[in-house]
Nanobody
């Protein structure tokens, strides 16, 4: 089994940046799909970004919208076995608990949006944005 832990959350002023990290322990995936989701108070958990890799190659990155694509960036450090979410120009509406998720499967089509595609989840990290 793989265990995930997110870090890097905190309080930031609107317009600021944060870089979230997702570390994995236990089983290591030579290939797979990682996703970032978020859940704001009173709302459901929503997809933010996904990345699929094979060995040291990133096969694709996907984002929930073009605006998120221009604001956030998902990446992976193969050597450190970390997945990142760089978040820039943060807005109060970006405040949420951010979750990292992962599966050893190569998620195809648009299934990366679906929480059910992911086998492992972290406990989440809080991101707060002050206006």
């Amino acid at each position: 089994q793989v265990q995930l832990v997110e870090s890097g959350g905190g309080l930031v002023q609107a317009g600021g940046s944060l870089k979230l990290s997702c570390s994995s322990s236990g089983r290591t995936f030579s290939s797979g799909t990682a996703g970032w989701f978020r859940q704001a108070p009173g709302k459901g958990r929503e997809f933010v970004a996904a990345l699929q890799w094979s060995g040291t190659v990133t096969d694709y990155t996907r984002y929930s919208s073009d605006s998120v694509k221009g604001q956030f960036s998902i990446s992976r450090d193969n050597a450190k076995n970390l997945v990142y979410l760089q978040m820039n120009s943060l807005k109060p509406e970006d405040a949420a608990v951010y979750y990292c998720a992962m599966t050893s499967r190569r998620v195809i089509g648009y299934e990366y949006y679906s929480q059910s595609q992911y086998d492992a989840w972290g406990p989440g990290t809080q991101v707060s944005v002050s206006s």
